[in-house]
């Protein structure tokens, strides 16, 4: 837990200011935001089928704006 005092003759904005320093250099608030949105690893497999399908539409979306069948605004549904 950290805990600031007041110093005296301090304003409530300095004592705010060095809270706040002292959050941050103990990465309390970064440790929460990493559980908080953690994923779990994805599986090789599962990697390389997502690049493989991420590379396949954007061929097939190339392809396609190079023969004039695909305005900017269309996008490429399964």
Same mark, same amino acid.
Request: glycine share 2%.
């Given at each position: 837990?950290?805990?600031?005092k007041?110093k ?6 300095g004592l705010?200011?060095?809270f706040?320093?002292?959050i941050?250099q ?5 440790? @929460?935001? +990493?559980? &908080?949105f =953690?994923? /779990?690893p994805?599986?090789? $497999? ?6 493989? *399908?991420?590379?396949? @539409?954007? +061929?097939? &979306?190339? =392809?396609? /704006?190079?023969?004039?069948? $695909?305005n900017?605004?269309?996008?490429i549904? *399964?």
């Amino acid at each position: 837990m950290i805990e600031v005092k007041r110093k005296e003759n301090e304003s409530f904005d300095g004592l705010l200011r060095r809270f706040n320093k002292r959050i941050q250099q103990s990465r309390i608030l970064q440790r @929460l935001k +990493e559980d &908080r949105f =953690y994923q /779990k690893p994805l599986s090789d $497999l599962k990697t390389k089928r997502r690049a493989a *399908k991420k590379t396949e @539409l954007r +061929e097939k &979306r190339e =392809y396609l /704006k190079k023969i004039g069948r $695909l305005n900017d605004i269309t996008t490429i549904k *399964k």
